[in-house]
C-alpha cells in the first residue's frame, strides 16, 4: 500500500489558478470513484474540501473542483486568496483500504 | 450535525498501550457508516489507521495492522484506537472521523497530540 503521489510543492499569486495531482493506480485512485482532498492548516482539523472526485460540500467555495482522469485526480483552485495557502492531501479508497498522498504545500505569492 | 472529539492521554512511555477514544456527538453510531482514525506525525503527512464498519467490520493499515485495534462502545457513542507496543515513531496528532456509506466523505475531529517518550 504505496502512498499517492503529490508534488511536494505549487505556487500561484493572489486570482491565478492552480492544479493539484495526485497519481495512484488501478487498485486505488483509478479503480473507485472515492477521491477526497483536505486541506490543512496548522492546528487545525483537516476540513475536506472535495469527495467523491468531484463534490463539494456545502461551505466549500465553487473556486475549488476536482476532476479525475485513468489513475490521477487533480484539484484546481481559482481565483486564488491568501487564506488558501495551506497544506492539500488527496485521499483514496483502495478497497477496504485508504491512502492518503504525500500532501502538496500551496504557497500564495 | 455529527460533532465527533477525541481523548486520551498525551503521553504514553515506549512499548505500552496507546488507547484513544472518540465520543461521537449529534448522530447515532450504530447509524449505516463507518467510523475511522488517522494520524500525522510531527513534520510528516497524514497516515489512515483503521476504520470500523457500524456493525463491527474492521479494516487496518497492513503497517499497523498487527498493532491496532479499533472498537466501538455503543452504550457511550463512542470508537476506540488501542495501538499496542509504541514506540517513538508513534508520536503524532491522532484524528477520529466518521462517513456515511458509498461516500469518500470523511469528516474528522480537532485531533489530540499523543507523544510516547520515556
Known amino acids: 500500500q504505496s502512498a499517492l503521489t503529490q508534488p511536494r510543492s505549487v505556487s500561484g499569486s493572489p486570482g491565478q489558478s492552480v492544479t493539484i495531482s495526485c497519481t495512484g493506480t488501478s487498485s486505488d485512485v483509478g479503480g473507485y470513484n472515492y477521491v477526497s482532498w483536505y486541506q490543512l492548516h496548522p492546528g487545525k482539523a483537516p476540513k475536506l474540501m472535495i469527495y467523491d472526485v468531484i463534490k463539494r460540500p456545502s461551505g466549500v467555495p465553487d473556486r475549488f473542483s476536482g476532476s479525475k482522469s485513468g489513475n490521477t485526480a487533480s484539484l484546481t483552485i481559482s481565483g486564488l486568496q491568501a487564506d488558501d495557502e495551506a497544506d492539500y492531501y488527496c485521499y483514496s479508497y483502495a478497497g477496504s483500504f485508504w491512502v492518503f498522498g504525500g500532501g502538496t504545500k500551496l504557497t500564495v505569492l | 450535525q455529527v460533532q465527533l472529539q477525541e481523548s486520551g492521554p498525551g503521553l504514553v512511555k515506549p512499548s505500552e498501550t496507546l488507547s484513544l477514544t472518540c465520543t461521537v456527538s449529534?448522530?447515532?453510531?450504530?447509524?449505516?457508516?463507518?467510523w475511522g482514525w488517522i494520524r500525522q506525525p510531527p513534520g510528516k503527512g497524514l497516515e489512515w489507521i483503521g476504520s470500523?464498519?457500524?456493525?463491527?467490520?474492521?479494516y487496518y493499515n497492513p503497517s499497523l495492522r498487527s498493532r491496532v485495534t479499533i472498537s466501538v462502545d455503543t452504550s457511550r457513542n463512542q470508537f476506540s484506537l488501542n495501538l499496542r507496543s509504541v514506540t517513538a515513531a508513534d508520536t503524532a496528532v491522532y484524528y477520529c472521523g466518521r462517513r456515511p456509506t458509498r461516500s469518500s466523505s470523511w469528516i474528522w475531529g480537532q485531533g489530540t497530540m499523543v507523544t510516547v517518550s520515556s
Open positions: 470500523i464498519y457500524h456493525i463491527g467490520n474492521t
Open positions: 449529534g448522530y447515532s453510531i450504530s447509524s449505516d457508516c463507518y
